[in-house]
């Protein structure tokens, strides 16, 4: 609720205990987390929207420099930049999942998905849109390129460690990776066994719809929905001989070879989207 977000935490009316407090704890070195919707209220600006679908406008705490709003809300952010003034505004979309590191160097860094800029160029008198992308995971964050680069332009400290210090191992990688997939709804994968199991079902259920039997499909789809369920992995999870098998549905193929099974065809979400589909017909019938 942005409105009430203004309402408790906003400084157009005066002073804020929360927002002073919090700026001078920033100032002072410590680092803020923004998490969902209370990220826009670091911004220079924000807004709400009324009832009326009417948007108001508000001042931020100015810890970052430009607009942050969520991808999620189905606004047009181009349209956004206008009503939020124009020239001068910028916003930056961030997706689901996604979210950015902002470091007293100005550097923006995306994190798990780009981030979506969108700037009012006054040239033209229209919003230019871009895509910032972070950098290879190997390479950690931004702030010891900007470090490196520094130095090699003879403006940084000797004692600053060199760039390639802040590389992930190989077995932090891994690490990571294993992080990453707990959070990762989507990284689910069928073995050739459990995908033929998962199929056949459908199939009896497209059988049961084709003969005017609604009922007995969804059932058909709702049991296969169960054993796509309990058969899904974790990628790190699947066998070692499965696993190989689907990297090798992934390499490059002949013309000729192009129509055959590929990886992506075992992921648990590919299948599960047909059976929600079905599932939606059958429930109109």
Request: proline share 3%; net charge negative; aromatic share 8%.
């Amino acid at each position: 609720d942005r409105k009430r977000l203004w309402e408790t935490l906003g400084t157009d009316f005066g002073g804020n205990a929360v927002a002073e407090h919090v700026k001078w704890r920033y100032l002072q070195g410590a680092v803020i987390i923004a998490v969902g919707e209370a990220m826009s209220v670091f911004g220079h600006k924000s807004w709400y929207t009324t009832g009326q679908d009417q948007i108001i406008p508000y001042t931020g705490w100015k810890i970052f420099p430009h607009v942050v709003a969520s991808e999620e809300e189905g606004v047009d952010m181009e349209d956004m930049v206008e009503t939020m003034g124009g020239a001068g505004v910028v916003i930056l979309g961030i997706h689901k999942g996604s979210g950015m590191i902002f470091n007293r160097d100005g550097l923006v860094e995306p994190i798990r998905g780009m981030i979506q800029e969108y700037r009012w160029d006054w040239q033209t008198k229209s919003v230019k849109h871009a895509l910032l992308l972070g950098p290879p995971r190997s390479t950690g964050l931004i702030c010891p390129l900007y470090a490196a680069m520094k130095r090699s332009e003879g403006d940084a400290d000797e004692d600053v460690p060199d760039v390639f210090a802040y590389s992930l191992t190989e077995e932090e990688e891994h690490e990571e990776e294993r992080f990453m997939e707990q959070f990762d709804q989507y990284n689910l994968w069928l073995s050739s066994q459990g995908k033929e199991e998962v199929e056949a079902l459908k199939r009896e259920g497209n059988e049961a719809f084709k003969g005017g039997k609604p009922d007995l499909a969804s059932l058909k789809y709702e049991q296969a929905r169960v054993l796509l369920r309990s058969s899904a992995c974790k990628w790190t999870e699947l066998d070692k001989a499965v696993r190989e098998e689907l990297e090798a549905l992934s390499k490059p193929k002949k013309a000729a070879a192009k129509t055959a099974a590929q990886k992506e065809d075992f992921r648990a979400t590919t299948l599960l989207l047909s059976l929600l589909l079905n599932l939606c017909a059958c429930h109109l019938l």
